[in-house]
């Protein structure tokens, strides 16, 4: 079985379809690199996915083949998400899960954008 993170793109992600508009989203942000929408499960008040246009499976992948230019834009527009969002003021929470320890599930490289309210520990081992 594959390893979420590792491994081929698999264009039958469900980000992949996302992106194709193949499967509907809450959409929050869009520009030439990036996506943003609502997270389907979201974890604190405000929960959003920014995800790069590309086909990127990990953060590891992204950093490791992306142009200068789109992590340049990817990073940029991780912040533009959050300030657009209101959340630059009282501060926010970025994650990115990658492979079997970090828990990723999708395997199509993702920040997950956490606010809207006071975010607790940074991290819970159980
Ligand atoms: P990961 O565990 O890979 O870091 O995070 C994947 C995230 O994608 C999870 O927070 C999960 O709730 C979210 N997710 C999974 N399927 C969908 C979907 O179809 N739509 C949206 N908006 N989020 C999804």
Redesign the pocket.
């Known amino acids: 079985m594959p390893v ?1 993170g590792l491994g081929p793109y698999d264009d039958q992600n ?1 980000f992949a379809k ?1 992106l194709r508009g193949e ?1 509907p ?2 959409k929050v942000f869009e520009n030439e690199v990036a996506l943003a ?5 979201p ?1 604190a008040p405000v929960h959003v ?1 920014v995800i790069p246009k590309g086909r990127y499976v990990s953060q590891a992948d992204f950093a490791a083949t992306a142009a200068d230019a789109e992590i340049a834009g990817f990073v940029r527009a991780v912040a533009t998400v959050a300030r657009e969002l209101g959340l630059e003021s009282a501060g926010y929470r970025t994650l ?2 990658m492979g079997v320890h970090g ?4 395997p199509h490289y ?1 920040v ?1 954008l956490f606010g809207g309210g006071p975010l607790g520990r940074m991290i819970a081992l159980s």
Not at 103 to 106: A, D, I, L
Request: proline share 5%.
């Open positions: 979420p469900i996302i499967i989203c809450r929408f609502h997270d389907i499960a974890q996915l990115s899960n828990g990723q599930e999708v993702h997950h």
